[in-house]
């Protein structure tokens, strides 16, 4: 099966590769914006391998309900943060539909309702508002003009989903 573990600056190949698979050209980003996001918050940053080596990867950091991180911009960590944003969570080809993105999103749920988080906020982008609905996010529409701006950053049709935490 697989297991989780917190990512390692060694992964970033990994995920490099695994975001390659995933995301249309204009979603890709580069490698010195996923190592500073990793060096901003690395205890919110997990990988989930299998026999082969990593196969899924989540990177998050504490945000504040209604902020957005533009596409390519490094995580400004919140001093109070009352939502954990999910930025990232990408499957590698090879195990896909085998269950790693949703147990490793659950994971990173756990984690953030473990450290006291009210939300988890996320944009949601190329169609996979229905994945994220199954984990229980809703829509959420109450962004300022700022992070309007901010979301219109990623291919569209982006949302701005929410999920209240226990």
């Not at 990177?59 to 009352?82: I, Q, R």
Request: proline share 4%; charged share 15%; hydrophobic share 50%.
């Amino acid at each position: 099966m697989f297991q989780f573990r917190l990512m390692q600056e060694s992964d970033i190949p990994c995920l490099l590769f695994i975001q390659s698979e995933c995301y249309a050209a204009e979603m890709v980003e580069d490698e010195a914006t996923i190592r500073a996001r990793f060096c901003a918050a690395p205890a919110f940053a997990w990988v989930a391998e299998d026999a082969a080596g990593v196969c899924a990867y989540f990177v998050g950091y504490p945000s504040e309900l209604g902020k957005v991180t533009p596409l390519g911009s490094v995580f400004s960590v919140s001093p109070a943060p009352t939502s954990m944003y999910f930025h990232d969570l990408a499957v590698a080809r090879r195990t896909a539909g085998k269950g790693v993105g949703s147990a490793l999103a659950r994971f990173a749920l756990e984690a953030a309702a473990l450290r006291g988080f009210r939300h988890s906020s996320l944009v949601s982008v190329q169609g996979s508002a229905v994945f994220w609905r199954a984990l229980g996010y809703e829509d959420w529409h109450g962004l300022d003009a700022a992070q309007t701006g901010n979301l219109a950053t990623y291919a569209q049709p982006a949302r701005y989903m929410v999920k209240a935490l226990n």
